[in-house]
C-alpha cells in the first residue's frame, strides 16, 4: 500500500505526488494526463463544491448544462480566443462510424457555446442581467501534466454572465472574485494575493482577468482562480444583442469565473507535512477517527460497543466522524493511516479511559493532546476543529509573509528569484518588453496589485504604473 | 415567447417537444442531438440527483470521477461490450494539434476504464465490496433523438460495483432496483413496471438486466432505468483478480446501475396536461408561486410589501416560494407561465384579501380553490402539496391499468397493440424466433415480469416460463 513519504524539505514535489496517491486524494489514469479523483479526494471536492453552489445561487445565478462538444466553428470565431486555445483542443472528427463534416471540440471552456445561446435568449434589457453557472469537466491538452495542478481533464464550475453596462459586469466580476476569496480563506484555509493579470497573462478573449494566487510552500505561485471581463468581440462575434432601455440595439457586457479541481492541490501544498495531508475541518470528508485501544484482557466489543455510542452522538451534530475499529491492524499502523490523510481531530479510547468516562482527544497539528470526559467532548471537538481551522490559516499567512519580498531591481532581485524562489512585489511600467525580461528567471508577472508603492519599474527604470508580483509559477 | 401548446391527446409528440421548450426545462442545442437543460431544468433535475445521491450514500456507495476518454483498446476488449456500443462512439482522433497514436472514446458508459482500477485496487477479499458512483455525462451518437428522452450527450450516474460472491452481486442489484422504484413512485410520482431484460434487449456485456419500465400515456413504454450483473467476462476480460477467504485467486461478481436524465422526460409525459407541465411537489423547483393582484386605487407596494411577508415565512420552513409581482402583466400571463411550469400550487392575494387576513389558495390539478387565513396557510401549503402528489401517483396507476391488457395469442393482440398501443402481459416460451415475430408489430418485450399467470407462449403455443409485457417503446 503506502511506502515512507519523500522528504517534504528537500524533495517537495516528489513528495506533493506521492502524498496525493498514498492519501487516496487520485490515481493515475491509463489515459495521457489524466487523473481519477478518489472517493477520499472526491468527498472532499464536493465539500468545497456544496459549499461554492450554495454561495453562487445565493448571489442570484443558476445553474444549467451545455453540450460537452463545440462545433470546430464555434471556437473560431473569436479570434484571440481561438489563438489561445487552438494547441490544447482534443476533437471529435468520427461519430456514429461515420467521420464528421465538421469536427467537435470537446470543450476546454465554454464561452463560445454558452454566449451562442445568450444570442438566442437575451432580446431585451428586460432579459438582463443573465448569470448562468455550470458544473463541468474540460479538456485541456496540456504539455506536462500533474496530478490536480494541472491535468488534461479537470473539474469546474464556469460562471457566466450578460449586463446592460460596463459597471454591472465589473460589479459582478468583483462579486465573484470576493466569493473566491471568502471560499480560498475562509474554507480552504488559504491566503490569497489578489491583483489583474498583465495582458501577455490574460483569459484568451478577456478585456481583463482578475486572479487569484496562492503562494507555495516553495515559494512558487499557483494560480487558484479567475474571473474575467470578457471582451465585447464575444458578443459581437456571437451576435448577442438587446434593445436598451432607450430602444437601441446594443451589445451587453460579460463575464466569466472559474474554480477548479486544482483548490484540491493548492491546499494539498499548503497544508500539508512530513507525515500526510492536513485537511482544513471545514470541509474536511472526516473530521474525527476514533482508534479504539484493546487489551488482550478486555472484551474487544465492549470497547467497539462505547466508540459506536460516542460516534453516534457526535454524528447527530452533524460531525464527520469515521471509526477505525479493525482487529487485525495496531494503533500505530491506523494513527499512520488517518495522518496520511490528514483528519483534523483523532479519538482514542481504551479500557480504562472508559472506566473513566473519557477519552484521549488529539488533533493532526499536535496542538494539543488531552484527556477529555465524556461530558465535554462534542464541545472540545467543535473547539479544537476551529482551532486548527485558524492555525492552519495562520501558518499559512506566516509562511507567506516570509516568502514575500521587495525587490527593486531585476538584476538584483531576479538572481536571488531564480535560485530560491519567493513572491518579489516590485514596480513596473507596463511594457511587455520589461515584462519579457523576467524570463531570464524563469518567472512571471503573477498579477497587478491594487497597491502603488514602488516608484519605479524593475528592469527600465521608468515611473512605475502600479505594483506587481513577481514568482515562478506552476 | 410561449405560442399555444399542441394538443395533449391528438398530437402528444409535438406537445411533448412543445412543453419542454416552451415551460424552460430544455433548449435545443447547435451540435446534433444534444440539449442545453436550462435553468429551470436543471433546477429539476439537481432535486431528483440531490435524493438519488443521498440514498447512494446512505447504502453505502461512494462517489469518484473517472475519465471522459477511454482508451480505444479498452472498449474493445470485451466483445459483447463493443459490439452493442460500436455503432454508437464519438471518437477523439486528435488532440494537442496532432493525431493520437491511438483513438480515444468519449465514455458511452464507464464500465472498462472503472474495470480497469478495479483490477488495480483490488487484491483481496478485505477490499470487497466496492461501491463506486459517478456522477457524469455520457456521449452516445443516437440516430434520432428527442430532448431528455435520447440525446446524444445525457447526463446520469453509474454505479459500479465488484463482489466476492454472486449472492452479494444479487442483492445489490436488487438493493439498487428498490432504491430507484423508490425514487421513481415516492418522489416522481411514477408507477413502474419491474422485470428482466430478455437476452436481445439486455445490456451489452450483462449476464442479466434488470428494468424498470413506465406506462407513457399514449401507450408506449418508456425503460426509465436498469441494473445488470455484469458478466464475469468482464473481470476476466481486466484481470480483475482478489484472494479469497480460503487463499484462492478468484474473479469478483461485478454490478452496474444507472439512472438519467431521460427521468424528466419520463416526468413530462406522464404527469404533463393540455396547460403543460405538472411538477410532483417533493422534487418541484418551484413549489408555490404568488400572484399579487394589484387594483388602480391601491398602492402597489402595500400587496408587495404583504406578499414578500407571506414568501419568507413559508420560505423559512423550506418551501420553494417564487414571488411574479411585475407590474406589467396580468394575473391571467402569470397564470399561464406559471402553469405552463408545472407549479403545484398557487397563492393569489389581493388588497381585499389582505384586510381579511386571507390569500386565496389553488392547485396545479384543479382539486380545489379555496380562502385561506393567514394563520393556516403554512398548514394548509403542506397538506395541499401533499394531496397533488398523492393525487399525481394515483391518476398515474389508474391510467396505467387502463394501458394495461392481458394477451394470449399474439395474432389477436397483436394488430391492436400495433394500431392502439398500450401494454400486453402474456406469456412466452423463451425463444428468441417467438421474441422476433413481435418486430412485425413494432413491438418489443419490454421486461419478463416476477408472475407466471399465462400458461402460453403468445407466439408458438408452447409452456410459458414466465410472463412477459409487451409494448412498444421510445
Known amino acids: 500500500m503506502s511506502t515512507k513519504l519523500p522528504n517534504i524539505k528537500t524533495d517537495f514535489s516528489q513528495w506533493y505526488n506521492e502524498v496525493v496517491f498514498q492519501s487516496g486524494l487520485a490515481d493515475h489514469a491509463p489515459v495521457r494526463g489524466c487523473m481519477i479523483i478518489c472517493p477520499y479526494g472526491y468527498a472532499l471536492w464536493e465539500n468545497i463544491k456544496n459549499r461554492l453552489d450554495h454561495r453562487i445561487k445565493e448571489t442570484g445565478h443558476h445553474n444549467a448544462a451545455f453540450p460537452l462538444l463545440i462545433p470546430q466553428s464555434f471556437i473560431e470565431k473569436e479570434k484571440q480566443h481561438v489563438a489561445g486555445f487552438a494547441p490544447e483542443l482534443a476533437v471529435v472528427t468520427i461519430a456514429g ?38 458544473w463541468a469537466n474540460v479538456v ?4 506536462r501534466t500533474r496530478p490536480f495542478l494541472r491535468t488534461t481533464e479537470f473539474w469546474w464550475q464556469e460562471g457566466h454572465t450578460a449586463h ?23 474554507y480552504l ?13 490574460k483569459f484568451a478573449g478577456a478585456d481583463r482577468t482578475y486572479t487569484l494566487e496562492g503562494i507555495m510552500p516553495d515559494g512558487k505561485a499557483l494560480q487558484l482562480c479567475t474571473s474575467h471581463i470578457i471582451s465585447q468581440n464575444f458578443a459581437k462575434s456571437f451576435g448577442i444583442m438587446f434593445q436598451d432601455r432607450s430602444g437601441n440595439q446594443a451589445h451587453p457586457y460579460l463575464t466569466s469565473w472559474g474554480f477548479t479541481t486544482r483548490s484540491i492541490g493548492a491546499l494539498v501544498m499548503v497544508h500539508g507535512d512530513e507525515k500526510g495531508l492536513i485537511i482544513p475541518p471545514k470541509i474536511a470528508p ?11 484482557d478486555v ?18 451534530h452533524s460531525i ?9 491492524e495496531t494503533p500505530g499502523a491506523k494513527f499512520y493511516k488517518w495522518e496520511l490523510k490528514g483528519v483534523p481531530l483523532r479519538i482514542e479510547i481504551g479500557p480504562r479511559d472508559i472506566a473513566q468516562r473519557t477519552v484521549v482527544l488529539s488533533d493532526r497539528l499536535g496542538l494539543a493532546k488531552e484527556s477529555v470526559s465524556f461530558d465535554q467532548l462534542l464541545q472540545q471537538v467543535k473547539e479544537r476543529a476551529d482551532r486548527v481551522q485558524k492555525t492552519l490559516f495562520e501558518r499559512a499567512q506566516e509562511r507567506q509573509q516570509q516568502l514575500w519580498h521587495i525587490g527593486e531591481k531585476i538584476s ?24 519579457a525580461e523576467l524570463k531570464k528567471y524563469s518567472a512571471t508577472i503573477r498579477c497587478i496589485l491594487p497597491s502603488n508603492k514602488l516608484n519605479h519599474c524593475f528592469n527600465c527604470d521608468q515611473a512605475s504604473k502600479g505594483d506587481i508580483v513577481v514568482a515562478k509559477a506552476y
Open 412 to 435: 538584483v532581485f531576479g538572481p536571488v528569484l531564480d535560485k530560491e524562489n519567493g513572491f518579489y512585489q516590485t514596480g513596473w511600467c507596463q511594457q511587455s518588453s520589461c515584462e
Open 140 to 143: 485541456r491538452w496540456e504539455m
Open 299 to 316: 472484551d474487544s466489543s465492549i470497547i467497539k460497543n462505547e466508540v459506536q455510542r460516542i460516534a453516534q452522538e457526535l454524528r447527530a
Open 320 to 328: 464527520a466522524v469515521e471509526v477505525d475499529d479493525r482487529e487485525d
Open 189 to 201: 484555509a488559504i491566503p490569497v494575493v489578489f491583483g489583474i493579470k498583465s495582458e501577455s497573462e
Open 164 to 186: 446592460e453596462t460596463p459597471q454591472e459586469a465589473q460589479d459582478e466580476a468583483e462579486l465573484m472574485w470576493k466569493e473566491y476569496i471568502s471560499l480560498y480563506e475562509n
Open 286 to 296: 472526516i473530521m474525527v477517527v476514533i482508534v479504539p485501544i484493546f487489551k488482550k
Open 97 to 134: 462510424g461515420k467521420k464528421l463534416e465538421e469536427p467537435l471540440i470537446v470543450r476546454p471552456t465554454s464561452e463560445t457555446i454558452i454566449h451562442h445561446m445568450f444570442a438566442k435568449w437575451i432580446k431585451s434589457w428586460r432579459d438582463l442581467p443573465m448569470k448562468i453557472n455550470q
